[in-house]
């Protein structure tokens, strides 16, 4: 079935590490996002990507780091910098060109650092 | 800065009522609009999109857009307590979507 695949679900960061969140998709999608949402709040953009091998900062991208190196790979790494972590991730594409295309998410991730 | 702004709630119908949920955006080159539902510790799943003035009916669903304005809405007719949830607006522009923090529906049985 195609769809944006997301793991791990759970995850628990101690302090100072780093981990990545995975992030696959199928649906040959070029765009590709990662949102935070904290509880009772909205989405807001860690990173997005148009294409591959190329990445934009979204509105909070400090203590964090994405790559790109295959179409529907898009991984995101939380770093030691990144001081309240303990988020709900989601991961999202969108097939760009039309405006009436919209995104779609991935089933999430919860980091909580213990 | 773009903002999407709505009603954080909690807005409470009773079962077959209808619940009607707004939403404004600033940034008046916004192209598309989008309407999410997202069930407590789930990602958000799209109900339906609207980018032309107007209504656009989906089922028990009906968006509505008015540009001049700034304003999308979304009406739920017949209210389920399954339809309970967060409701998040979003707005497309250019490459970027944004999202509204959401109204907290919940449905009375």
């Known amino acids: 079935d195609g769809g944006i695949t997301q793991s791990p679900k759970y995850l628990f960061r101690k302090e100072g590490q780093n981990v990545t969140l995975s992030c696959e998709q199928n649906l040959n999608h070029d765009a590709m996002y990662w949102y935070r949402q904290d509880p009772g709040q909205g989405l807001r953009l860690i990173y997005y990507?148009?294409?591959?091998?190329?990445?934009q900062k979204g509105d909070i991208a400090e203590g964090y780091s994405v790559s790109r190196e295959k179409k529907e790979s898009f991984p995101l790494t939380v770093t030691s910098a990144q001081k309240n972590p303990t988020a709900f991730y989601l991961c999202?594409?969108?097939?760009?060109?039309?405006?009436?295309?919209?995104?779609?998410f991935g089933e999430g991730s919860w980091l909580t650092v213990v | 800065q773009k903002e999407v702004e709505q009603n954080s709630g909690p807005l409470s119908v009773p079962e077959g009522a209808i619940a009607s949920l707004n939403c404004t955006y600033s940034?008046?080159?916004?192209?598309?609009f989008f309407w999410y539902r997202q069930y407590s510790g789930k990602s958000p799943e799209l109900i339906m999109f609207?980018?032309?003035?107007g209504d656009k009916e989906d089922g028990r669903f009906t968006a509505q857009l008015n540009k001049a304005s700034q304003y999308v809405s979304l009406l739920i007719r017949d209210s389920q307590p399954s339809d309970s949830a967060t409701y998040l607006c979003a707005v497309r522009t250019g490459n970027q979507f944004y999202f509204g923090t959401g109204t907290s529906l919940t449905v009375i049985p």
């Open positions: 940034d008046r080159g916004s192209q598309s």
């Open positions: 999202a594409s969108n097939p760009t060109g039309s405006s009436g295309n919209t995104i779609y």
């Open positions: 990507s148009q294409i591959v091998n190329d990445f």
């Open positions: 609207i980018y032309s003035n």
